[in-house]
C-alpha cells in the first residue's frame, strides 16, 4: 500500500523558512519521480517543484531561486526547504508520487507565512 505522510509545515514570519518534508513507504522510492504542490484558499492546487530519479530538479516560476527539493533515497523522504517566504506562499503543500500511471498523493501540510 502506497503511503505518502507530509509534516514539517507551520507559521513563518515573511522571509523566514520552513523545510517540509514527505516519507513515502510501500513503493520503491528511489525509482519515481517526486513532486510537490500547494493549493492556497480558493485557488486551484498548483505544481510546485519537481525531482527526478537521478536527481534533476525543476521548479515553478515563483519558488525559482527559493525553494530547494532533494531527496534521501535512504530514507525514502522528499524534502521542500522553503527560504524567503511570502505570504502568498500560504497553502497546502502536497508531495505526489505517480505509480504505473497512478497518482497518489499525501494529507498535505498547511504552511502559513504572515506577521
Known amino acids: 500500500q502506497v503511503q505518502l505522510v507530509e509534516s514539517g509545515g507551520g507559521l513563518v514570519q515573511p522571509g523566514g523558512s520552513l523545510r517540509l518534508s514527505c516519507a513515502a513507504s510501500?513503493?520503491?522510492?528511489?525509482?519515481?519521480?517526486m513532486d510537490w504542490y500547494r493549493q492556497a484558499p480558493g485557488k486551484q492546487r498548483e505544481w510546485v517543484a519537481t525531482?527526478?530519479?537521478?536527481?534533476?530538479?525543476n521548479y515553478a516560476d515563483s519558488v525559482k531561486g527559493r525553494f530547494t527539493i532533494s531527496r534521501d533515497n535512504g530514507k525514502n523522504t522528499v524534502y521542500l526547504q522553503m527560504n524567503s517566504l511570502k505570504p502568498e506562499d500560504t497553502a497546502v503543500y502536497y508531495c505526489?508520487?505517480?505509480?504505473?500511471?497512478?497518482?497518489?498523493w499525501g494529507q498535505g501540510t498547511q504552511v502559513t507565512v504572515s506577521i
Open positions: 505526489k508520487a505517480v505509480i504505473a500511471l497512478t497518482q497518489y
Open positions: 510501500g513503493i520503491s522510492f528511489s525509482r519515481y519521480i
Open positions: 525531482i527526478t530519479s537521478t536527481s534533476s530538479t
